[in-house]
C-alpha cells in the first residue's frame, strides 16, 4: 500500500514540475517571439534619462519632464541636419502622423545652429520639439546614448517610453512603417 502511495505521490510531482517547465518554455517563447517583432534594436537594459535642462533656439529652458509622460522620439544632429537627419525627421514625422498616440518628437542640436536651419526645420516640422545642449550638457547626453549608439551603429534615432526609458534605436536604413509596427508593439507591452 506505501508503495502505492509513493508512486501517486512521485507521479504528482513529475507532472507539477512538467506542468512548470511548460509554462516556462511558454512564457520564454511569448517573450521571445515579442523580441523578434521588432524592427529597431531593443535596448537592454532599457537606459534612464536622467532629467537634464534643455534649452531651444532662443535659449529658453525647456521642461525638465519632457521625455516623461509620453512616447518620444529622440533625434540628434550638430550644427547641421546632414540628409540622415533629414531622413530620420521624415521617417518620425509619418509615424506620429499615423499613430494616434499623443508621441512627440524631438530633435537635440548640439553648439548654435544657425537660425535659417532651426527656421526652416520648424516650417517643414511644426510639431517638432528642437533643443540645443550646450557644451557641459552635450557631453553628458551624449554619454548616456554612448552604449547604445555603440549597439546599433551610424547616427541612430531612438524610442523613449512614457518612463524616461531609452528603450528601442534605430539605424539611418529604417521605414516608417517598421517604425510604427514598433510604437504599436511597444505601447501594447507597456
Not at 530633435?107 to 520639439?129: F, K, T, W
Not at 534605430?170 to 517604425?179: I, Q
Request: glycine letters at 4%.
Amino acid at each position: 500500500m506505501n508503495d502505492t502511495k509513493s508512486e501517486k505521490s512521485n507521479a504528482n510531482w513529475l507532472f507539477m514540475l512538467l506542468a512548470v517547465a511548460g509554462i516556462a518554455c511558454t512564457v520564454w517563447f511569448m517573450m521571445y517571439q515579442a523580441d523578434k517583432g521588432l524592427k529597431g534594436t531593443q535596448i537592454v537594459p532599457p537606459r534612464p534619462l536622467s532629467d537634464l535642462v534643455l534649452v531651444d533656439v532662443a535659449n529658453e529652458a525647456l521642461p525638465a519632464a519632457l521625455l516623461k509622460n509620453k512616447w518620444s522620439y529622440v533625434l540628434f544632429a550638430d550644427s547641421q541636419c546632414d540628409e540622415n537627419c533629414e531622413q530620420q525627421l521624415q521617417v518620425t514625422q509619418k509615424v506620429v502622423a499615423t499613430v494616434d498616440s499623443g508621441t512627440q518628437r524631438l530633435l537635440v542640436m548640439g553648439y548654435e545652429p544657425e537660425i535659417e536651419l532651426v527656421e526652416r526645420i520648424s516650417s517643414a516640422h511644426p510639431d517638432l520639439i528642437i533643443a540645443v545642449l550646450i557644451r557641459p550638457i552635450w557631453a553628458i547626453f551624449t554619454v548616456q546614448f554612448k552604449s547604445a549608439v555603440d549597439e546599433i551603429g551610424g547616427n541612430p534615432f531612438f524610442l523613449v517610453n512614457p518612463r524616461g526609458m531609452v528603450i528601442i534605436g534605430y539605424d539611418e536604413l529604417v521605414a516608417a512603417e517598421d517604425v510604427a509596427d514598433d510604437l504599436h508593439l511597444s505601447i501594447q507591452q507597456f
